[in-house]
């Protein structure tokens, strides 16, 4: 399985974010935090009733996430670590992520001592190398700090850097963003994760767009600040093998893989979700809440078992988002039913509009496709609903049909081979 871990302190919060997390303040010493160290106690005990229930299970890959997770001091995510292994199988090839502010890495000793604690890959939340855009978005560092976060990471001799970019900004233009990937190439990151900003609601930046002080760049240059993005990374070795990530060959982040391939993951810390077995939970928001549920045994009490069609669902939608696409047989072995017989018109209308390719019986978006994926998935999601409440049709128990055939029949859609991107 995987393991997140939620850390949720920060600095202070960005003017974007929604996630859940405990501002500090810019003058506090974290290790000197009497919240850290509650956080810490509970945080070993939720892996030690994790342990007891799991204990034994493998783990692939874990991810410090937040928050600002290196806020946390080494020594911390060191213990954290070691006692993870005492509760469960660290496989010695684990992916060990760790995200963290370009500012919380410069000029200090932190990055040997991370790699020494055991993290082995860095994704560093640089959103922007524009000063302005960095000020927009209540960033706390400078520009400069994440070329020098960068260089410190490389000197310490961490193989594995992931850099967190962010398009379509208030009063961003295509020319800023193209530049912004061209310094972000400059800098060597082995993985570029690159988003569209999105508005969520209560967040101060939503409120500054709606009230009229911000706007987001037209639709049009958006849709050009994606396709041509993704082109330029492409073009400079970094293969588009998911909607918004990025990656030189062997450098995809194997713990975001698992999400969309739907592996069992267990998410630890305040307000982090779990999906194990087909069973899920989230723990509370709140510290004091978690802390509760944690010490009186009751975590994952709340647990929503995934439906048949939830899981055809998420099938769909993560696969989806990734550039392999989906294996229609995967869909054929969970509901005996064949996904282009379902949704016959509506494959037909995608191909013909190059939003979608069929090839080695995988169904994916083409770059056009990804840009317009909300909608799409919107289409495929109640469709699919509404097919799976019927009975499954005469002979569905025969092999699917396989792409060229459908292509031949009159009523299928034409579907033609698909030659993939050299990168």
């Known amino acids: 399985m995987l393991v997140y871990i939620h850390v949720p302190f920060c600095r202070t919060r960005c003017r974007y974010c929604a996630f859940h997390s405990i501002p500090l303040g810019r003058g506090v ?8 160290r509650d956080y810490l106690d509970t945080l070993l005990l939720e892996l030690a009733h994790w342990g007891d229930r799991l204990g034994g299970t493998e783990v692939q890959t874990v991810f410090f ?9 080494p020594r911390i995510v060191g213990i954290v670590l070691e006692r993870l292994a005492r509760c469960f199988t660290l496989s010695p090839k684990a992916e060990i992520t760790l995200e963290a502010n370009p500012e919380s890495l410069r000029g200090t000793q932190s990055v040997p001592q991370y790699l020494a604690a055991g993290v082995n890959r860095l994704s560093i939340g640089i ?31 961490c193989a594995n850097i992931n850099m967190d970019l962010m398009w379509g900004l208030p009063g961003q233009s295509v020319r800023q963003w193209l530049q912004t990937l061209k310094d972000a190439v400059r800098m060597s990151p082995d993985h570029i994760s690159a988003y569209g900003l999105t508005l969520e609601p209560g967040t101060a930046l939503e409120l500054d767009c709606e009230e009229g002080r911000l706007a987001l760049p037209p639709e049009r240059d958006q849709n050009i600040m994606f396709m041509e993005g993704a082109a330029f990374l492409e073009a400079s070795g970094y293969l588009h093998y998911e909607i918004s990530n990025f990656a030189r060959m062997g450098f995809q982040c194997r713990h975001n893989l698992g999400y969309w391939e739907g592996a069992d993951y267990l998410g630890l810390g305040p307000s982090a979700t779990s999906t194990i077995a087909g069973r899920r939970w989230t723990n509370p928001a709140g510290q004091r809440a978690w802390d509760a549920r944690t010490r009186e045994g009751s975590l994952g009490a709340e647990v929503e078992s995934l439906t048949p069609t939830v899981r055809v669902l998420e099938l769909i939608m993560l696969r989806l988002r990734t550039s392999r ?8 072995e969970m ?22 390719r069929i090839r080695n019986g995988y169904l994916r978006l083409t770059r056009s496709g990804m840009l317009v994926s909300n909608s799409i998935l919107s289409n495929l999601f109640e469709r699919t609903e509404t097919v799976l409440a019927q009975p499954l049709p005469p002979g569905a128990g025969r092999a699917p049909a396989s792409p060229r055939a459908l292509a031949a029949r009159d009523d299928a859609p034409e579907i033609q081979p698909v030659v993939w991107p050299s990168a």
């Open 29 to 36: 010493e974290p290790a000197a935090s009497p919240l850290l």
């Open 65 to 73: 996430g937040g928050g600002t997770p290196s806020l946390l001091p």
């Open 127 to 157: 959103q922007s190398l524009d000063e302005s855009m960095l000020r927009l978005l209540g960033r706390p560092h400078k520009a400069r700090d994440s070329l020098h976060a960068v260089f410190a990471a490389r000197e310490a001799g």
């Open 325 to 332: 696409g989906m294996r229609l047989k995967a869909y054929r």
């Open 335 to 356: 509901t005996g039913r064949d996904f282009l017989r379902d949704h016959q018109r509506l494959i037909q209308a995608l191909h013909e509009n190059g939003l979608i």
